[in-house]
């Protein structure tokens, strides 16, 4: 699958494919995106996760509005410990399957929501 969108809102997930997230000429199986950058992530399994593993998504300044989470080839529900935490901090969290959340991120963006993604790998 392949997207468009104007490089003025910052990163945007371009194409999609089995192998990952295409940004520019690069290719992220996994990937962390905020308004500022794109970068490849080493998820931890998603059970596991905890804001720790999402500090690259999280110290944007403002903080985000909320973290899109791509879970991944289905959607999966994101540890509530999790959600909790975040929701502490003022942040949301909204959780997709991440082709759906790779999609979503070029259209929020494009509205100019200041939000991070953390979109874990299409394939197992």
Do not use: C, H, K
């Amino acid at each position: 699958m392949r997207m468009e969108r104007d490089r003025a809102d910052g990163p945007v997930v371009s194409g999609l494919s089995d192998a990952g997230f295409r940004i520019d000429d690069n290719v992220y199986a996994a990937l962390v995106i905020t308004p500022l950058r794109a970068d490849g992530w080493s998820p931890p399994p998603l059970a596991a996760l905890d804001p720790a593993a999402l500090a690259p998504a999280l110290g944007l300044d403002p903080q985000p509005e909320f973290v899109l989470l791509g879970t991944g080839a289905t959607l999966v529900r994101p540890p509530l410990a999790l959600v909790r935490a975040l929701e502490s901090r003022g942040i949301g969290v909204e959780a997709m399957d991440s082709r759906a959340a790779a999609r979503a991120w070029g259209v929020l963006r494009g509205e100019g929501r200041w939000i991070a993604g953390a979109f874990y790998p299409i394939q197992a």
